[in-house]
């Protein structure tokens, strides 16, 4: 079975830093574009960042260039998302996701996705 866990959510302050990671299983990581992408209560699902096969990145949104970036670690079947400076605006569930590619919105099923971590950014 494919499946996808994330980790490392939780409390963190504004200008603080936290990496969340997202463990794969079921499939081989080095097939796969892998992303991550965040739901804030009353608002829409956003896209945050994606790496493709090749370790190509795509940032979704403007406002995470210089902040959030993205690794891989196809041996671990790993991939971490390093949030830099984080702000109380991107307090959210963060997801991450499987994809055969980076395309311009993250996979709507949900069978792509793992089950999300909650990251708080409070002082």
């Not at 959510?9 to 969340?20: A, D, E, H, T, Y």
């Not at 992303?35 to 945050?48: D, L, N, T």
């Not at 979704?60 to 993205?70: L, Q």
């Not at 998302?81 to 949900?110: H, I, S």
Request: with cysteine; hydrophobic share 35%.
């Amino acid at each position: 079975q494919m499946q996808l866990v994330e980790s490392g959510g939780g409390l963190v302050q504004p200008g603080g830093s936290l990496r969340l990671s997202c463990a794969a299983s079921g499939f081989t990581l080095a097939d796969f574009a892998i992303g991550w992408f965040r739901h804030a209560p009353g608002k829409e699902r956003e896209g945050v960042l994606c790496i493709s096969t090749r370790g190509d990145i795509t940032y979704y949104t403007d406002s995470m260039k210089g902040r959030f970036a993205i690794s891989r670690d196809n041996a671990k079947n790993t991939v971490s998302l390093l949030m830099n400076n984080p702000k109380p605006e991107d307090t959210a569930v963060y997801y991450c996701f499987r994809d055969y590619g980076c395309y311009a919105e993250p996979p709507d099923m949900e069978e792509y996705w793992g089950k999300g971590t909650l990251v708080t950014v409070s002082s």
